[in-house]
Nanobody
Framework: VQLQASGGGLVQAGDSLRLSCTAS????????IGWFRQAPGKEREWVGD???????AYADSVKGRFTISRDNAKNTLYLQIPNLKPEDTAVYYC??????????WGQGTKVTVSS
């Protein structure tokens, strides 16, 4: 499984972004999906994930603001980020988890939020 992430960029505080991550190969509808992020100088942080059945879970730091969704017909997962804040500046990494537990990562897409 290969993942291609996109949608990052340089934005201003208050803007919105939708990050995308498209998977090639495999049965996407059977995968759990999710996102992590890594801010400059910090460890990679879990953002949230969605099971193959659609159940979502989010980190407390983003709960109520970030939304993870999936389009199984397009083999794509999304991360919607409204009202961006400077502290959201990070490289965002998507992943999929196969039913057997193996995880595949995307290459990361960089989001920089200016104040």
């Amino acid at each position: 499984v290969q993942l291609q992430a996109s949608g990052g960029g340089l934005v201003q505080a208050g803007d919105s972004l939708r990050l995308s991550c498209t998977a090639s190969g495999g049965a996407f509808n059977t995968y759990a999906i999710g996102w992590f992020r890594q801010a400059p100088g910090k460890e990679r942080e879990w953002v949230g994930d969605v099971t193959s059945g659609g159940r979502a879970a989010y980190a407390d730091s983003v709960k109520g603001r970030f939304t993870i969704s999936r389009d199984n017909a397009k083999n794509t997962l999304y991360l919607q980020i409204p009202n961006l804040k400077p502290e959201d500046t990070a490289v965002y990494y998507c992943h999929v988890d196969l039913p057997g537990g193996r995880r595949y990562w995307g290459q990361g897409t960089k989001v920089t939020v200016s104040s």
